[in-house]
């Protein structure tokens, strides 16, 4: 499940995993992948590796914008994205991956662990079959990414930082498994996935 969240989010870190899970099930975000506008352009927007959203050069300092800008977000077939509507189709640069995995919370262990991650944007991901972590195929050199939403195969994702990733690398070799892994919401991540 991957919803934007309210404005006044709580502290993340104060909040339990069931307030999050509620959350979660409380906010929608719009049908984009179902708009098929024939206008189309370019927003002179980029996204980059930061995180950070760009328009015409300036930066867009306001979260509320960026929130608003996120949730009409889509990531096409042949990897580009644009922001669309119902009446248009806008192309914008995005440098590495449109979100970042800001902070996480983990209940339970093993195959009940439960993971919620808040972006960057404030928006809540819950990792598991409809929303798998990612690792890459290279344990020395980890590409950790979490799928928030869209298709799977082409969908929209989220960079998961160092130390998250050591984070969720940390709970893999305290459960030890051969190979590492994690579970959430019933879905297992090996951590070298390649």
Excluded at 60 to 79: C, H
Excluded at 148 to 156: P, S
């Amino acid at each position: 499940m991957a919803r934007p969240t309210p404005p006044h989010l709580a502290d993340f870190s104060q909040l339990s995993l069931a307030d999050t899970v509620a959350l979660l099930g409380a906010h929608k975000l719009p049908p984009v992948e179902s708009w098929r506008p024939e206008r189309t352009g370019d927003s002179a927007m980029e996204i980059r590796a930061d995180g950070s959203w760009y328009h015409e050069g300036g930066r867009i300092d306001r979260p509320a914008m960026v929130r608003l800008f996120s949730t009409i977000l889509r990531r096409e077939p042949d990897g580009s994205h644009v922001l669309v509507t119902p009446a248009e189709r806008l192309r914008i640069a995005v440098e590495d991956m449109p979100f970042r995995a800001v902070e996480m919370k983990s209940e339970g262990e093993g195959k009940a662990r439960r993971l919620v991650f808040r972006l960057d944007t404030d928006d809540l991901v819950m990792a598991g079959g409809d929303h798998p972590l990612r690792f890459g195929g290279d344990p020395d050199h980890p590409d950790p990414r979490l799928h928030v939403r869209g298709a799977i195969a082409c969908g929209l994702q989220a960079r998961i930082g160092r130390a998250l990733y050591y984070e969720l690398a940390e709970m893999a070799l305290a459960e030890g498994g051969d190979p590492p892994a994690l579970w959430s919401n019933g879905a297992r991540f090996v951590l070298a996935d390649g």
